[in-house]
């Protein structure tokens, strides 16, 4: 597919063009190419074209009359489009591996804790620039975020992640009962908040709004009720919230909410459900449930270190996804990872736990372009497709000794992807690019 009609028109080249040789591109079907090439426009910050370098050089030169070309040479490393996290969580990045309690207890006796901090903007900003950091340290590009419920958290988060270009999806934390009266917002005036918000962000760069009521224990149904209004209003603002993680959770949202038949059920009701909303975890629901999920096109994201840490339960990936789309997401800081490697092997563990697997295909394949597919982004990023946005990593397969030895072991691709998928984390993540602009290097250890 590496039509020279893909170049742009060799008059207005004046810009650095960058050539990766060695990549694979997670595709619709899984694609490698030994040894490949890149082709990156980075002022516009979207891609050329891809493919072997030997047709991509070639091509490349003719097409643009030997016009000197910036090239980076990444041979033995692996090129992959930039990791997407559909759940995370920025301010919880300072309560990380809190030990001890399930769920509810957790969010009482820590979460709420640290969330209080964020009504001062320099934490705010001093957090967001950090996490963001981390991602890109981790190989993430794109994350869809909760913040607190000060709209001064969502403000941080967007001015650090416009000023560093990359795709985020977030906004302030409905809350206005059931946690302490400093992070409740009052339903009409977290409402305003939100759409302040989105009059402020959406669309601006590469940031997207989502309305975010944290679950349905800490939102009155008015609330709930203003967030599905201002959801409707919009065609392509988010919405993301928590279902069906934790047994005593279930038993409070049936005592909250007594008419309803079941937990979707209160959300459906309040207008929450549609093909822009994820729900994250989904473990305990009913077949009716899963039924509704795939009449309204609703997703789940599943977050695997997450449910491990606070005890929760294990996911079930084959049904799940026999009834709607399913992404792959941290969870930090309930979830002890923001790689999605190690989220991908933690995974793979749970599906193991119920005797179902999880190739390094499918896992590679979701952290790309099948989130980005769950997030309605695929138009943009997930792959190397021309005119998509260049966010990609670049992976050291070798990081340490044990990968190195291990690799060296490995007869086919799939079972050198497998091995990256289970033993690689932040440590093989050299390099990572965001919109056509290195933003993370690894610093080389003695
Ligand atoms: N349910 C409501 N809030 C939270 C949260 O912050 N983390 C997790 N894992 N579940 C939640
Ligand atoms: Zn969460």
């Known amino acids: ?130 996490f963001l950091n981390q991602l890109m340290a981790n190989g993430t590009t794109s994350a869809m975020v909760f913040c607190t419920s000060h709209p001064q958290s969502a403000e941080a988060f967007f001015t650090e992640s416009h000023r560093l270009n ?78 069906a993680e934790n047994r005593d959770e279930m038993a409070f949202v049936r005592k909250l909410y007594p008419k309803h038949k079941g937990y979707l059920d209160v959300y459906e009701d309040m207008g929450l459900l549609g093909r822009y909303t994820t729900l994250a975890h989904g473990i305990y629901l009913e077949t009716a449930e899963y039924e509704r999920l795939r009449a309204t096109g609703t997703q789940i994201a599943h977050c695997p270190t997450s449910n491990l840490f606070l005890g929760s339960g294990l996911f079930d990936l084959p049904k799940t996804l026999s009834y709607t789309s399913v992404s792959i997401a941290t969870d930090v800081g309930a979830g002890t990872s923001l790689s999605m490697l190690v989220t991908l092997s933690e995974a793979y563990k749970v599906q193991q736990l119920q005797n179902n697997q999880l190739s390094a295909h499918q896992g590679l394949y979701q952290i790309t372009l099948g989130n980005a597919q769950s997030l309605m982004l695929d138009d943009k990023i997930g792959n190397f497709m021309p005119n998509k946005e260049a966010d990609f990593v670049v992976i050291d397969m070798a990081a340490t000794p044990l990968l190195e030895r291990r690799i060296a072991q490995t007869k086919t691709l799939e079972e050198r992807l497998f091995v990256l998928m289970m033993l690689g984390d932040d440590r093989v993540i050299d390099e990572t690019v965001i919109a056509g602009v290195s933003r993370y290097k690894k610093v080389a250890t003695a």
């Open 166 to 243: 990359t795709r985020m999806i977030t906004g302030n934390v409905l809350m206005d009962k059931n946690a302490p009266e400093h992070l409740c917002v009052p339903a009409e005036q977290s409402i305003q908040d939100t759409q302040n918000i989105i009059n402020n962000w959406h669309g601006r760069g590469r940031q997207h709004v989502a309305i975010t009521p944290r679950f349905a224990i800490t939102s009155t149904p008015k609330q709930l009720q203003l967030a599905g209004e201002l959801y409707a209003s919009y065609d392509n603002v988010y919405l993301q919230t928590h279902l």
């Open 1 to 130: 597919n590496s039509t020279s009609s893909n170049y742009p028109n060799t008059a207005t080249i004046d810009k650095n063009i960058t050539l990766l040789p060695v990549i694979a591109g997670v595709n619709v079907y899984p694609e490698y190419i030994a040894d490949g090439a890149l082709i990156v426009d980075d002022v516009a910050g979207c891609i050329i074209d891809y493919g072997s370098s030997e047709t991509i050089l070639a091509n490349y030169a003719e097409a643009n009359n030997q016009a000197p070309v910036k090239i980076h040479d990444y041979r033995n490393k692996l090129i992959m489009p930039g990791f997407i996290d559909t759940h995370v969580h920025y301010p919880q990045i300072d309560m990380i591996a809190a030990y001890g309690e399930q769920l509810l207890d957790w969010l009482n006796n820590y979460t709420f804790v640290t969330e209080a901090n964020f009504a001062d903007p320099k934490i705010a900003h001093d957090t967001a620039q950090f």
